[in-house]
């Protein structure tokens, strides 16, 4: 840890405090001169060291400390960079305008509101201890991480790696031939066929299949309860959200999904503009938050299987067929699947998929593209997430986009920190039309758009974010969709609808009776995490409504 403060007294209250909490693991470097500083983690960054975390003040003589802050992530990227601001400067005005713009234009990762002036401070570790488990994460450093050996980056290893990345549980990757590698075989007990997991339990599996991989992991479907109120299909933002909700409420809940925990979100680097999170969220954080909340409140999960089948019941419930449990039932279902990326459809970069092209987000492939020329294509919110974070890591970073503006798809707060960051050029107007290499991504065929001019440039990373299609192609015909595949509910089934019920289809509820849908797999979806939060707890309010319904139906 480096700390740079130019005067005496706050400098020493920020090295007590961090010395007698972290003193134990970390090394301490506390400078009162920013030209010092620089001298010395240059010098950190010759030698090789592992900068966690730097903090500077706000006022620095000659210099400000968002300068500093800047100039250190470009020697130590991975390091988390945090402003020191006096209690008075939060909320002012100007200060709270320039930790937006330094945030903005990736100069720091956030502030840092000094120690109180009686220690300890609770508030003040809760903040240092946040951003030293972000740094904990970039580095594959996580507690409880599940070890991942293979003889190629590609293959089962990456099969394997995709899943516990969509997930969302911590793991981290090595060759058999590695140092870690290595390390790990000579733990295992016996010598099994690769890739081999070793759990954070001691216990090792040999080429495990996805079931097994859930089970270690704890999800499963008691055979002997077969009966739920309530089954959500997908464990995304909408469908983590109805559990919590749900579960919380008293519903016997259920969660199913093939992937994992988080959806789409778990590709976010940093979330910034969801509420209250000032300081922003991972979406693999945000996923595992909300999954513990809901494990907490007794929500059931079902990972890595498919609900294959949906039907009614005759007493007017549901029937919901998972690909390795079979039929249960419930009284009400909700869908929230989500949608899966498009695929480029290029063979040349289709047969390298885990090899330098990935679909999706970029947080579990980040570190291995360290100092490597990587590409984006896709021009909406996530390819500018994905964007930003790879341009921590990698050399040079180029957003690919078909469109003529960044406006057309992407925040306005996404747009200006994408322009405004080092290492990251945008190319407007343009596809990927080609590419390849030998085992490894090594160049792309580019063409604009306007001209048809293409140019082969060098690359070692293309991730693909290139719109989705929702997961509703196993859903009976009864369930009403529109030409994209997406959901209709409530108001937008129309006249046309096939609605068997005496009553109105209720907000969120399908054309099938007590079948609702919410987040990005329903038309007209606002497809943010928010409004998919949302949907998700209205469609539990929509499920008591329903309850107290059939309860006056049953006295009437």
Known sequence: MVVV???????????????????????LLCLAS????????????????????????YELPEMTGTALLEEVGHLHPQAKRGLLVHWGNWGDEPAGQAIFDAIAHGRIDHYVLRPAAEPPDELFHQTISGLLLEWAETRRAFPYAIQIVGDSWTGRAYELRDVLSRCAIPHAFSLADSDEGRAVLARAEET????????????????????????AAGSRVH???????????GAGPAGLSAAVYGASEGFNTLVVDLGGLGGQITSSALIRNYLGFPRGVTGR?????????????????????????????????????LSDTGQIRADAVLLAMGAKYRRLGIPELETLNGAGVFYGGSTSEAHSMADR?????????????????????????????????????????????????????VRLGTEIVGGGGD????????????????????????????????????????????????????????????????????????????????GDVRHGSVKRVASAVGEGSVAIQLLHRLAVDDRLSRRR
Do not use: C
Request: no cysteine; glycine share 8%; proline share 5%.
């Open 5 to 27: 403060d130019a005067d005496p007294k706050d400098l020493s209250a920020v090295e007590q405090e961090l010395s007698e909490r972290y003193a134990r693991h970390y090394r």
């Open 34 to 57: 920013p030209d010092d500083a620089r001298v010395r983690l240059k010098e950190l960054a010759e030698s090789g060291a592992d900068v966690a975390l730097v903090l500077a003040s």
């Open 192 to 215: 099994g066929e690769l890739p081999v997991i070793e759990l954070p339990d001691g216990r090792f599996l040999y080429n495990p299949s996805n079931a097994e991989v859930s089970l």
């Open 223 to 233: 055979p002997e309860q077969e009966d739920f109120d309530l089954v959500i299909v």
């Open 285 to 321: 954080r945000l996923a595992q938050q909300a999954y513990d909340q809901a494990w907490v409140f007794g929500a059931g999960f079902a990972f890595m299987q498919r609900a294959i089948d949906l039907r009614r019941r005759d007493d007017g419930g549901l029937l919901v067929t």
């Open 373 to 425: 020329d990587v590409y984006i294509l896709g021009g909406a919110n996530s390819a500018g997430q994905a964007a930003l974070h790879l341009a921590r890591y990698a050399r040079q970073v180029t957003l690919v986009v078909r469109a003529k503006s960044l406006d057309a798809g992407m925040s306005h707060y996404l747009v200006r920190q994408v322009e405004a960051t080092p290492r990251l050029r």
């Open 439 to 518: 085992g490894w991504l090594e160049r792309l065929v580019l063409r604009e758009r306007a001209s048809g001019r293409e140019e082969t440039v060098d690359a070692d990373g293309l991730f693909l974010m290139i719109g989705a299609h929702p997961h509703t192609d196993w859903l009976p015909d009864e369930v009403e969709r529109d030409p994209g595949g997406f959901v209709l509910t409530g108001a937008d089934l129309g006249d046309n609808s096939r609605w068997p019920a005496e009553r109105d289809p209720l907000l969120l509820e399908t054309s099938v009776p007590r079948v609702f849908a919410a």
